[in-house]
């Protein structure tokens, strides 16, 4: 080991057991909150801080209704080197504005501190830590395991399956053409990243809703944009050897490499291995719209996240050698799309994929559960007629452009909507999907289409903050933090 590394372990160390003491001294949960595309982590994390600062009701939340906790309220920014999480500005847009928040693009850091009195009567503060990172980050961790040639291999692979090899079709002409023992040319490696990247962009759009698109500063690159450790792209290379010096090989090896340490092991020393607990948001429906194809790759990212976390009950050692969150939460986001008849086949979905992710990895170390939820709830209950038939349907405002058939919803007018019920699947070791969706074909062909809808028209109480609906924000917080408070 280089003798920089060494100085960076023994440093990491050092905070690490200062971490661990500090907890002891004034107990502090750091809670990471990550999520695939689309998947409403700026809105959770907002909402989330909203019930907790007005009192939400929540009445899975046992501290809460219990009446032990006394006061929470924002504390300063507990890192100088991170941004805070812009909690007003996305308040502002949700209840104000009735606009969903931006995507999350980078790390982003907010504190709270919880006064409550434990369960034998002990007055109390709990320092809790949110850190808002972008999934696309998490997924960028399996590369730490993996050479160039093992990514390239696997990335390769994946682009010619299903709807990915029509996607990655310019992208694969440009690399037939190359040659990865010939001497290393700069243009030929802008061009591959540049064709590569427009590839993963393009697995991203709706109609397909890919998520397993690693490296992710790929599709967010911010001022890493144009540098030689984001111009790499995989090589259909020969097994069994290694690369000439001076090659293309040897050059896009080399920025791999830097990728790896410049990027991804900073992230994982920085931030992720001292995350205490973590909630992993899926866009669910997004992925049934799609097709079959959308969610079979969303189970293979949750079995890539799942294989992210070396997990287990925090001690001093593991605190200083090997930080990991002891509970994770995956959550379907958007279950207002639907009514609540169909929550828990929502929540069956997902709870299958992750208990197979699970058993694929370590992940059985930490305790886990998989919940359906609206952080945010923009639609309501109705029972609609139908000649003599009544249907459960929600009532809400589709964002413009959305559509149903011919008809294209301009973001104004409030609509029922009868949103139907998911897909069965298949019984067996494999789950398997008999429907089509938006990658097949056009709007009319798909058997699905669940809408988005604009956030809901919140008035505020006099003198007061206005209330934002929610699913099953409560045992979310009750799983995450509710042991915390007792």
Same mark, same amino acid.
């Given at each position: 080991?280089?003798?920089?590394?060494?100085?960076?372990?023994?440093?990491?160390?050092?905070?690490?057991?200062?971490?661990?003491?500090?907890?002891?001294?004034?107990?502090?949960?750091?809670?990471?909150?990550?999520?695939?595309?689309?998947?409403?982590?700026?809105?959770?994390?907002?909402?989330?801080?909203?019930?907790?600062?007005?009192?939400?009701?929540?009445?899975?939340?046992?501290?809460?209704?219990?009446?032990?906790?006394?006061?929470?309220?924002?504390?300063?920014?507990?890192?100088?080197?991170?941004?805070?999480?812009?909690?007003?500005?996305?308040?502002?847009?949700?209840?104000?504005?009735?606009?969903?928040?931006?995507?999350?693009?980078?790390?982003?850091?907010?504190?709270?501190?919880?006064?409550?009195?434990?369960?034998?009567?002990?007055?109390?503060?709990?320092?809790?830590?949110?850190?808002?990172?972008?999934?696309?980050?998490?997924?960028?961790?399996?590369?730490?395991?993996?050479?160039?040639?093992?990514?390239?291999?696997?990335?390769?692979?994946?682009?010619?399956?299903?709807?990915? +090899? $029509?996607?990655?079709?310019?992208?694969?002409?440009? #690399?037939? &053409?190359?040659?990865? %023992?010939?001497? !290393? =040319?700069?243009?030929?490696?802008?061009?591959?990243?540049?064709?590569?990247?427009?590839?993963?962009?393009?697995?991203?759009?709706?109609?397909?809703?890919?998520?397993?698109?690693?490296?992710?500063?790929?599709?967010?690159?911010?001022?890493?944009?144009?540098?030689?450790?984001?111009?790499?792209?995989?090589?259909?290379?020969?097994?069994?050897?290694?690369?000439?010096?001076?090659?293309?090989?040897?050059?896009?090896?080399?920025?791999?490499?830097?990728?790896?340490?410049?990027?991804?092991?900073?992230?994982?020393?920085?931030?992720?291995?001292?995350?205490?607990?973590?909630?992993?948001?899926?866009?669910?429906?997004?992925?049934?719209?799609?097709?079959?194809?959308?969610?079979?790759?969303?189970?293979?990212?949750?079995?890539?996240? +799942? $294989?992210?976390?070396?997990?287990?009950?925090?001690? #001093?050692? &593991?605190?200083?050698? %090997?930080?990991? !969150? =002891?509970?994770?939460?995956?959550?379907?986001?958007?279950?207002?799309?639907?009514?609540?008849?169909?929550?828990?086949?929502?929540?069956?979905?997902?709870?299958?994929?992750?208990?197979?992710?699970?058993?694929?990895?370590?992940?059985?170390?930490?305790?886990?559960?998989?919940?359906?939820?609206?952080?945010?709830?923009?639609?309501?209950?109705?029972?609609?007629?139908?000649?003599?038939?009544?249907?459960?349907?929600?009532?809400?405002?589709?964002?413009?452009?959305?559509?149903?058939?011919?008809?294209?919803?301009?973001?104004?007018?409030?609509?029922?909507?009868?949103?139907?019920?998911?897909?069965?699947?298949?019984?067996?070791?494999?789950?398997?999907?008999?429907?089509?969706?938006?990658?097949?074909?056009?709007?009319?062909?798909?058997?699905?289409?669940?809408?988005?809808?604009?956030?809901? #028209?919140?008035?505020?109480?006099?003198?007061?903050?206005?209330?934002?609906?929610?699913?099953?924000?409560?045992?979310?917080?009750?799983?995450?933090?509710?042991?915390?408070?007792?």
């Amino acid at each position: 080991m280089a003798f920089d590394d060494i100085l960076e372990e023994a440093r990491l160390a050092g905070r690490a057991l200062a971490d661990y003491g500090g907890g002891l001294m004034r107990p502090t949960l750091r809670l990471g909150v990550t999520g695939l595309s689309r998947s409403g982590k700026t809105i959770f994390i907002t909402a989330l801080i909203h019930a907790l600062l007005h009192g939400t009701r929540l009445p899975v939340f046992e501290a809460l209704t219990s009446g032990r906790i006394a006061r929470v309220r924002l504390a300063p920014q507990p890192d100088a080197a991170i941004p805070r999480f812009e909690y007003e500005k996305h308040l502002r847009d949700l209840a104000d504005l009735r606009q969903w928040p931006e995507s999350t693009r980078a790390i982003s850091e907010i504190r709270i501190e919880i006064d409550y009195q434990t369960k034998r009567g002990r007055e109390r503060t709990l320092t809790l830590d949110i850190v808002d990172y972008p999934g696309e980050w998490l997924l960028d961790l399996l590369l730490l395991d993996k050479t160039y040639e093992e990514w390239s291999a696997e990335a390769i692979a994946l682009s010619r399956e299903g709807p990915r +090899a $029509a996607l990655a079709a310019q992208w694969h002409i440009h #690399l037939n &053409s190359l040659d990865p %023992k010939a001497k !290393a =040319d700069e243009q030929h490696a802008i061009n591959a990243s540049k064709l590569f990247t427009e590839y993963l962009i393009a697995c991203r759009d709706e109609r397909f809703a890919m998520n397993l698109l690693p490296p992710g500063r790929f599709l967010m690159p911010g001022d890493l944009a144009g540098s030689p450790a984001v111009t790499f792209a995989p090589l259909d290379l020969p097994r069994g050897e290694t690369a000439p010096s001076g090659s293309l090989w040897e050059m896009m090896a080399s920025r791999y490499e830097a990728y790896r340490a410049r990027v991804v092991r900073p992230f994982f020393r920085e931030h992720f291995a001292r995350l205490d607990r973590q909630i992993v948001l899926a866009d669910v429906l997004s992925a049934i719209n799609s097709g079959p194809e959308a969610l079979s790759d969303l189970e293979q990212t949750l079995s890539a996240i +799942a $294989a992210c976390f070396n997990t287990g009950r925090r001690t #001093l050692l &593991s605190s200083i050698f %090997k930080p990991r !969150a =002891d509970k994770i939460l995956f959550a379907a986001t958007k279950a207002d799309h639907l009514h609540h008849l169909q929550h828990d086949r929502l929540e069956n979905i997902l709870a299958r994929m992750v208990k197979r992710a699970a058993s694929r990895s370590e992940l059985l170390g930490a305790k886990t559960d998989a919940i359906a939820i609206a952080a945010v709830r923009a639609t309501r209950e109705a029972v609609v007629t139908r000649g003599s038939e009544k249907l459960p349907a929600i009532v809400g405002t589709p964002l413009a452009g959305e559509r149903i058939g011919e008809e294209i919803f301009d973001g104004t007018r409030e609509t029922a909507i009868f949103p139907g019920a998911l897909p069965e699947f298949v019984e067996g070791e494999n789950m398997s999907w008999k429907f089509r969706g938006l990658a097949a074909g056009s709007h009319d062909e798909s058997d699905f289409r669940f809408l988005k809808f604009r956030p809901p #028209l919140v008035e505020a109480p006099a003198g007061g903050e206005p209330a934002l609906p929610h699913i099953r924000l409560d045992r979310a917080l009750q799983f995450l933090i509710g042991d915390r408070l007792e």
